[in-house]
């Protein structure tokens, strides 16, 4: 039996990880939903992003958890088990009286539903498609990306017609029934179900935490990342007060962000697969540094330089997102991916509690946007300097291993 028939099959997973990646990424529209938040509680900038700093960073930390049960609980159980967090957390967020409620609702709940579920549609993509991962992943990944096409304009046009709380609450019923629904339908193949090679020639058996090239990797998916989370947090607030946009001008620009978005992981995914974490990395931190001093000429009307400056900030976060797992499967192999890049994943809650609170306080006591894009263009320029370390001091350890 050559399985071909269940190997065509597999572009259904591919479908029902992308759908679910869709629901997961909704903490990307949390700019829509942090003006309302401002007003409604009465709260400052640094407030506002609580909820969405606490969910990266809870999110990041049960990724560890998530990647030491695959595996050991089956995939459906797993996901289903998520859903239910996600739902319950945002219906809880429905009834939240303050930002503190809000927080544990939004941010742990939530946050650690996601955070259980993540990895488990990279880990079953990956072994149906065992010697292709780069775009294939980096597809699945895009529907984390292009969650804001949808669910931001859906949650501003809920919040106009039945205000952010019940907002809330429909999220909460939608989505648990979706999650419930798509992850029946998830499935690992068996020996039959694919005749390609899952041989993994790079996979090392020592500890991946014991080696430097892991210490360097580990700081340029943090930088990364806290750019990243950082220009998405705030990409609403900086159209309104800097550029001078309407909401509903901001929020139909988030699909052309969010398109971008998704776009950085596929072909991030597939650059990383081709010719290297390091030149992926690299050529990241490259555009990330020049779309930041662009927006250093941007001001009141600028708007056709934010759309493009914004867009290219908004695909580089996607990058990250596929570089990261790409680069963990690559320069560690498979043996141990799940837990190893649960453990690269808390680079990502770490940039998210640095990025948010270090730009929300910034903003409060300077009330100038202008200062986050100096520090994030001087970043992106450490960020080259270090990228080059990752794979030099992995050719190194090889050697001497």
């Known amino acids: 039996m050559n399985g071909s028939g269940k190997l065509g099959n597999r572009w259904f997973y591919v479908l029902l990880s992308v759908f679910l990646m869709v629901i997961y990424g909704t903490v990307y529209s949390w700019g829509v939903f942090r003006l309302p938040v401002e007003e409604l509680y009465g709260v400052g900038t640094t407030l506002s992003g609580l909820p969405y700093m606490t969910f990266l960073l809870v999110y990041a930390i049960s990724m560890l958890i998530g990647g030491k049960l695959i595996g050991k609980v089956p995939v459906r159980i797993l996901l289903i088990g998520g859903g239910i967090l996600i739902s319950i957390g945002w219906m809880l967020s429905s009834v939240s009286h303050g930002i503190l409620m809000l927080t544990i609702a939004y941010g742990v709940l939530i946050g650690f539903g996601v955070g259980i579920s993540y990895g488990v549609p990279i880990y079953v993509i990956a072994q149906w498609f065992p010697q292709k991962k780069g775009m294939v992943i980096g597809l699945v990944l895009a529907g984390f990306g292009l969650s804001p096409l949808f669910t931001a304009p859906l949650g501003h046009w809920f919040i106009d017609h039945f205000g952010l709380k019940a907002t809330f609450l429909y999220y909460g019923m939608i989505f648990g029934v979706m999650i419930i629904l798509l992850s029946l339908g998830i499935k690992l193949p068996s020996k039959d179900d694919s005749d390609e090679s899952r041989t993994v020639a790079s996979d090392i058996a020592s500890p991946m935490t014991g080696m ?3 210490k360097f990797a580990y ?17 609403s607030n900086i159209g309104r007060e ?16 969010a398109l971008f978005n998704g776009l950085g992981r596929p072909l991030f995914g597939w650059m990383t697969e081709k010719y290297g974490p390091q030149i992926a990395m690299r050529n990241s931190y490259v555009l990330i540094a020049l779309a930041s001093a662009g927006m250093l000429f941007a001001g009141e009307g600028n708007v056709t330089l934010y759309l493009l400056l914004f867009s290219v900030l908004w695909l580089n976060l996607g990058a990250w997102l596929a570089i990261a797992p790409m680069m963990t499967m690559k320069l560690y192999g498979m043996a141990s991916y799940s837990q190893n890049y649960g453990l690269m994943f808390t680079a990502y809650g770490l940039g998210a509690v640095v990025g948010v609170l270090s730009t929300g306080l910034l903003i409060d006591l300077l009330n100038s946007y202008k200062m986050i894009f100096v ?6 320029l450490l960020g080259i300097l270090l990228s080059r370390q990752v794979t030099d001091t992995l050719t190194a350890e090889k050697t001497l291993a």
Not at 220 to 228: H, Y
């Open 212 to 214: 430097r090239s892991f």
């Open 219 to 235: 700081i340029c998916f943090f930088l990364g990342t806290l750019i990243g989370l950082t220009i998405i947090g705030l990409t």
């Open 242 to 257: 800097l550029i001078g946009l309407e909401a509903q001008d901001i929020a139909l620009m988030m699909i052309v962000f």
């Open 375 to 380: 520090l994030i263009t001087l970043l992106s």
